[in-house]
């Protein structure tokens, strides 16, 4: 997906390896990835949302929107 928008990207966790810094890499930001048979409904966006904002007590908010969104914002930002 990242490489379609010409975005420098790879896969570092190939073979279990478990880079230190993360699984993937995107224009040199370091993400990890988890995979899971169901995600907590809360955390997807319904409605007409773009996304869904969250935070636990004495926690940094974050984001929750779709890759492709996101890799399109990164994306624009290099133009």
Not at 47 to 68: H, M, N, Q, T
Request: proline residues 5%.
């Amino acid at each position: 997906m990242a490489t379609e928008l010409e975005l420098e990207a790879y896969n570092r966790d190939r073979g279990g390896a478990q880079h230190e810094k993360g699984d993937v890499e995107i224009e040199s930001l370091y993400y990890g990835c988890k995979r899971r048979k169901v995600i907590p409904r809360w955390v997807l966006p319904e409605k007409e949302e773009s996304g869904v904002i969250f935070r636990g007590d004495r926690i940094e908010p974050y984001i929750a929107i779709p890759l492709e969104r996101y890799l399109i914002l990164i994306s624009a930002l290099k133009l």
